[in-house]
């Protein structure tokens, strides 16, 4: 761990409560840092395609977890952040074991936050980079 990483278990505990069994699916707490998050998800055999790699919809999930986790990081209690748009590319299979994430803020307003995602295999391989978008969803429809 880096010395400017800190491990967040207020965001643990809002993974936990909206995902079941979050650690029994192989998620790990989330750690801080100071332009985003970074997570593992030990990965199972039911993430897995027939060929052994990890599916496309489990990497996806994952970054939006963890996109969503790096505005929660600075914004605590604002739960109402919606994910408007995901742009990933997927580099290379990844390897069943661990994965590890990183989501980084590019930008941060009231309303609207854009987020730079990259996601490694267990060996490394850099498997998914992107970008997605946030907007927030709270307070009254105008």
């Given at each position: ?41 030990d ?22 977890l ?11 209690g ?6 408007s ?29 854009v ?5 490694r ?22």
């Amino acid at each position: 761990m880096r010395e400017s990483e800190t491990v967040r278990e207020d965001l643990w505990a809002l993974i936990c409560d909206v995902v079941d069994d979050a650690e029994g699916r192989g998620m790990r707490p989330p750690r801080a840092f100071d332009e985003g998050v970074r997570m593992h998800w030990d990965t199972q055999p039911r993430h897995l395609r027939p060929g052994g790699t990890v599916l496309g919809p489990i990497l996806m999930t994952f970054a939006d977890l963890i996109g969503w986790l790096s505005i929660l990081a600075v914004r605590e209690g604002e739960i109402p952040w919606v994910t408007s748009s995901m742009n990933l590319h997927f580099l290379a299979p990844a390897r069943p074991g661990r994965i590890n994430g990183e989501a980084r803020r590019l930008k941060l307003t009231r309303h609207n936050a854009v987020i730079a995602i990259d996601i490694r295999d267990a060996e490394g391989i850099a498997v998914v980079h992107g970008t997605m978008q946030f907007a927030w969803s709270g307070g009254p429809r105008t």
